[in-house]
Every structure is written in structure tokens, then in C-alpha cells.
């Protein structure tokens, strides 16, 4: 894999913290450097102690690479190193110590919903794109309110939630509103919605997230699912409505051009390869 590009953004998001600065070449552990020096931080959201995150080390001394009290700290890319009771980003440095805004320390496991339909005319006729010749897919993204980039609607897995529902509530909460719609509402959506999500979808991927908060001891993780309206009469006619960390949900044409949140244009390449379409 490529060296991390996001997990070295500056400065730190939601802070005006600069990272140690990381040349490519010194990203891997391996790369011995005597002078590296990252910034520890870990964000007061985070060391006020919510439910979804964990104490700090020291206090607490949580069983990496194993399931530990329903809380997932195994890595998809095999066991990680603990160094001084800390776990180290597989991925390599990123110039910054602690937990930054994220709530575990090592792997932090999401799950991204990736809902497609194909764009077509008032027809109903599929649309091609001028240049590729392809047919031009659209996903539900939503607007992230905590930096303003258009992103999957995924989130975090619950301490033993299972993914497929993890898949589900987020584009739910997301995309959908579920948290503030009426009993009535939701359960209108809610049967349109399980057929999709209980289909088996396309597995895009698994593994670490390129993701802005990624930090030396803290990183991303997410399964992406596909799940592809065909027919144009799922999802692609529920109303959308953005809700909890988005701040605007819309339909967005596949186009490589497009930018997106942390690794989701990587994840969107692939659903538009597997379905033969535009990118
Ligand atoms: C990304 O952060 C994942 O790919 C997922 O989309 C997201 C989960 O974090 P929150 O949306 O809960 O902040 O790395
Ligand atoms: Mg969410
Ligand atoms: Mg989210």
C-alpha cells in the first residue's frame, strides 16, 4: 500500500495542532529515526470519557488484538505491535501521538454503506458518460458537518453490533433522519430499506481507513459494502433527509473527479469497476 497521505494532514482536525512532519520515506516503522518527535494529543471530546471511548492507558490496560468486553481491537491486517503500552498504526507514522479525536485506542471499526443506483433520464433510460462511454452510477452521500467534505454515510460500530446492522442504522441516521422522524415515518422506510440491507450487497472492502483523525496509537477501520438499486425503485425513491453528523445528504454521480472524505473515493473506484461503470 502507499504511504498514508490523510493521517498526515495538517494541522490536526478540529484543533490548530501541526503534526511532527512525516516525509514519505519515513513512514514505515521500520524506517529507523532517531529524531522523530510526533505531538501528543487527544482531544478533550475525547479525554472528558464518553461511553464511546476508552480511558487512558495507564488506568486501564485493554487487551489488544483480541475481542475485548464486545469492543473490537483486532486489526483486518493482522496483529499490530504494542510499544510501551501503546499500539502502533500499522500503516506507519503519522506525526502525532495519543488519540487525536478518536475514541479507541488502536483500531476504531466503522462499517460505510455504499447505496447506488444508475443515473438516468426522465425516460428512465440509463445515462452514459460522453467521455468513458459507460454508464454513469450515482451513491447517497452525505456532507460531513465536522470538516465539510462529502463522504459515505458510515459510522461506527457499536461495542458487539453486528457490521450489517451497523451498515444499516448509519445510512439510517445519516441519510435518512431516522433519529428525529416520527414512529410512523421510520417504519414506512424501514421495510423499502431492510430488503436492500438484507440483501447480501458487494463486500468493496476491508481494512485501514486513510482517515484525517488517524493518529500513531488511534486509527480507522471499515468494512464498505455495496448495495446497488438496479431497478431504480428502492431507495432511489425514498426522500432523503440529512440527519446526526451530516449536514446535507444528495445523490452524486461515480466520477473519479469528484472529491471525497478519507479513502471513500478508493471505495467508490471499486463499485465502479465491479459494476462496469463510469469512474
Ligand atoms: C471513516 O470515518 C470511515 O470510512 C467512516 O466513513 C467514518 C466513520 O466515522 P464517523 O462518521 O462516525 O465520524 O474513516
Ligand atoms: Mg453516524
Ligand atoms: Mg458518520
Known sequence: APPHVKSRCQPYPGSQIQRFSVPDDKVDWSQVWAQYSPVNH??????????????????????????????????????????????????????????GLLGRWGPNHAADPIVTRWKVDAKGQKLSHPVSKLPVLQFVSIKRKDCGEWAIPGGMVDPGELVSLTLQR?????????????????AKTHERISKLFNSPGFEVYKGYVDDPRNTDNAWMETVAINF??????????????????????????VDSSFPLYASHSHFLQTVAKERHAHW
Do not use: M
Not at 44 to 70: L, Q
Not at 170 to 186: C, Y
Not at 235 to 253: C, K, M, N, R
Open 170 to 186: 448509519e445510512f439510517s441516521e445519516e441519510a435518512l433522519n431516522s433519529l428525529s422522524v416520527t414512529a410512523e415515518e421510520r
Open 42 to 99: 487527544t482531544d478533550a471530546c475525547v479525554t472528558k470519557g464518553p461511553t464511546w471511548a476508552d480511558p487512558d492507558i495507564g488506568t486501564f490496560a485493554p487487551r489488544f488484538n483480541s475481542v475485548d468486553g464486545g469492543v473490537d481491537r483486532t486489526s483486518f491486517h493482522g496483529d499490530y505491535k504494542v510499544v510501551q503500552a501503546r499500539p502502533l498504526n500499522p500503516r506507519g507514522r503519522t506525526g502525532l501521538a495519543g488519540r
Open 228 to 253: 446497488h438499486d438496479e431497478t431504480g425503485n428502492s431507495v432511489s425513491e425514498l426522500p432523503l433527509q440529512a440527519g446526526d453528523d451530516a449536514g446535507q445528504v444528495t445523490w452524486i454521480d
